[in-house]
């Protein structure tokens, strides 16, 4: 692991406040017809709020489906999104369950589209992780605290 990784990136309670945040963020943004919910406010995003968008994926194992809080750049009729989980050893949940049923939906404010993912290839990740840096500056600091290549998805409408 890095050494400029943080301390208590791995802690079993990080990870328990990480899922519990997104559930109740969630909630919140599907109960308020995604009126409140739509702007993340932490870290770089303090000074600088960046849009959010609910991204639904069903579990691989389970068949559940389930909804993660994602910032998000749009790119033409496309949308950014990025499996940073903070810098975290391993990939996100939502990024695994996509890469099994990439067919899914995103709702961003109250409207839901369906939308088709993909990961960025090389050439599309270095095109776009400087617009996604700008977008929120932390990404930068989370792939340095991970020795994984975050990946960079593609959410297309379909």
């Known amino acids: ?3 400029n990784r943080p301390p208590g990136l791995d802690s079993p309670i990080t990870k328990v406040i990480l899922k519990y945040g997104s559930r109740a963020q969630s909630w919140v943004y599907r109960r308020s017809g995604g009126r409140i919910g739509t702007t993340w406010r932490i870290g770089a995003g303090f000074r600088k709020p960046v849009p959010t968008l609910l991204l639904e994926h069903r579990g691989r194992k389970s068949g559940k489906t389930f909804a993660a809080p994602l910032l998000y750049l749009r790119s ?48 599309e ?6 617009r996604l840096v700008e977008l929120y500056a932390d990404f930068d600091s989370y792939q340095s605290w991970t020795d994984r290549k975050i990946p960079v998805v ?5």
Request: proline content about 11%; hydrophobic content about 40%; glycine content about 6%.
């Open 76 to 123: 033409g009729e496309d949308i950014i999104v990025v499996a940073s989980q903070g810098g975290a050893a391993n990939h996100p949940q939502w990024y695994r369950n996509l890469l099994v049923d990439p067919d899914t939906h995103v709702q961003i404010g109250p409207e839901r589209t369906p939308v088709r993912a993909r990961e960025a290839t090389d050439a």
């Open 154 to 158: 593609i959410l297309s409408p379909r």
């Open 125 to 130: 990740r270095a095109e776009l992780w400087p």
């Open 1 to 3: 692991m890095p050494a």
